[in-house]
């Protein structure tokens, strides 16, 4: 199907910047004529509360894993309906609109746009066009402001862009297309999904046998006295985290101040992404005092943990310290875990909160309705196997050289998953800047293609621009 795509016949110069041609009887038309601006508020704040992705587009805020605080009270939150197009103003030059499926509320800074009467667009048409990455062009151009993370994008700018535009019935032939074609990457993206979960799984087990066993064979075991650890080496004990680390709890927030130090900021996504922090990492740049700096200034050996999150199971993720810079300093919702070296290696303990049952006690501990979070008696509170500290760094050998090929693995389906989207990403960018002409291709599909499946999230946090900050 797709090997069968060719260019359209003719072209003409477009006039724009980033689309030099476009298809000979394509238009083109500035966002003001199809589209209008709709401002109505939520009385009662009642509504489905729904996010702005860069990754989905606009999704339910419960299906979205952001780490954003949900405000107290949603009452003046804007409506929109299906088919209406959704703009977060802060972040649309990241990719932060697009058409919703789902009437719904959402922050009442961002942009709600609906067809015009009369205009001949499908909206399905305009939401790919939106999010492809020619048009981001326009987008990033017509958001302003000082900082790049705070770049703001006005009804009128954004009214003012200009529109390719097949014809109506092009534009529905284009959807069809498209909507098969992400149909049939996603069926191929979610089964490598499903084989990353299972893999994971797998590793857990290997985690929690040497956390809880060991790595010696035969050695004489005792009851733990807990009953997810059960038994435990005789030689072994079982301590509270605040026996053997201190907590360090950072509140230094991503901004930029005259007055301060510029810094590194290691974040919630930096910890939860990555098993190890390291120099190579791109963290956020930001800017602290010095008794910041002082205080949470993380070291290598250290481990840093998630502590709040929308998510019941996104707290309490580790990530062990393995480099350290002057200059990186730990982020807010984020705790720093301190060993006493001479009661525990660092290694161990990333490896110890790891294991999914001692992380469980995390979990069941957080506090919270809307938001969960770690209270510091719920992290320092939690139960961990204690071997010997020679015996710690044989299982962290044995665990580093058993989990690569896990790591490798998952890495390896992580590119090929990888590879898939930038393929949707070019070929969606081809077909509706009309480099590819899907006409006859499409005039061969049967009448019944299944229409486009939603985007699965994937298991990682996106972090995207805090609303509350943008009211």
């Known amino acids: 199907m797709i090997a069968d795509l060719k260019p359209y016949p003719d072209y003409k110069e477009s006039g724009l910047p980033w689309l030099r041609h476009i298809p000979k009887h394509w238009g083109i038309k500035r966002g003001k004529s199809l589209l209008q601006c709709i401002d109505k508020r939520s009385s009662d704040g009642k509504e489905e509360l729904l996010s702005v992705s860069s990754s989905r587009g606009v999704v339910p805020r419960r299906s979205a894993k952001v780490t954003m605080f949900k405000a107290e009270s949603y009452i003046g939150y804007k409506l929109c309906w299906p088919g209406d197009l959704v703009i977060n103003s802060l972040w649309a030059w990241g990719g932060g609109l697009g058409v919703s499926q789902y009437h719904g509320i959402i922050s009442s800074a961002y942009g709600v746009y609906r ?22 062009w326009e987008l990033t151009v017509r958001s302003k402001g000082v900082w790049i993370s705070r770049l703001q994008m006005v009804d009128q700018a954004f009214l003012d862009a200009p529109f390719p535009l097949p014809s109506q019935e092009e534009q529905e032939a284009i959807v069809k297309f498209l909507d098969c074609v992400n149909a049939r990457l996603e069926r191929a993206m979610r089964a490598k999904r499903k084989t990353i979960g299972l893999l994971n799984e797998q590793k857990q087990a290997v985690i929690h046998h040497a956390v809880a066993r060991g790595v010696a064979p035969n050695v004489p075991l005792k009851p733990s006295g807990i009953p997810w650890l059960g038994n435990i080496p005789k030689h072994w004990s079982v301590r509270k985290v605040r026996t053997v680390a201190v907590l360090i709890v950072s509140n230094v927030d991503k901004h930029s101040r005259a007055n301060e130090k510029p810094v590194r900021l290691c974040n919630y996504t930096d910890v939860y992404k990555n098993e190890r922090i390291t120099n190579s990492l791109n963290f956020m740049q930001a800017t602290a005092t010095d008794d910041e700096i002082s205080k949470y200034r993380i070291r290598v050996g250290d481990v840093v943990i998630t502590k709040d999150s929308e998510e019941w199971d996104d707290i309490g993720v580790p990530t062990y310290v393995a480099q350290e810079a002057d200059d990186l300093v730990c982020g807010y919702h984020l705790g720093i875990l301190r060993p006493r070296k001479e009661l525990i290696a660092g290694d161990f303990l990333f490896r110890a909160l790891q294991d999914r049952f001692v992380a469980t006690q995390m979990h069941v501990s957080a506090k919270g309705v809307t938001r969960y979070g770690l209270s510091h008696q719920g992290i320092k509170d939690t139960l961990i196997p204690l071997p010997p500290t ?12 058993e989990l690569k090929r896990f790591t490798s693995a998952v890495t390896r389906l992580e590119r090929e998953i990888e590879l898939l989207r930038e393929y949707r990403t070019r070929l969606i960018s081809d077909v509706v800047t009309g480099k590819l002409d899907v006409r006859k291709v499409v005039s061969q599909l049967p009448k019944d293609v299944v229409a486009n499946e939603p985007l699965t999230a994937d298991d990682t946090v996106e972090e995207s621009e805090p609303e509350e900050s943008a009211l």
């Open 390 to 401: 020679d015996e710690q760094e044989s299982i962290c050998a044995v665990l580093s050289k």
């Open 115 to 136: 067809t015009r009467p009369g205009a001949q667009i499908n909206p399905a048409y305009i939401n790919e066009l939106v999010r492809s990455a020619p048009f981001n």
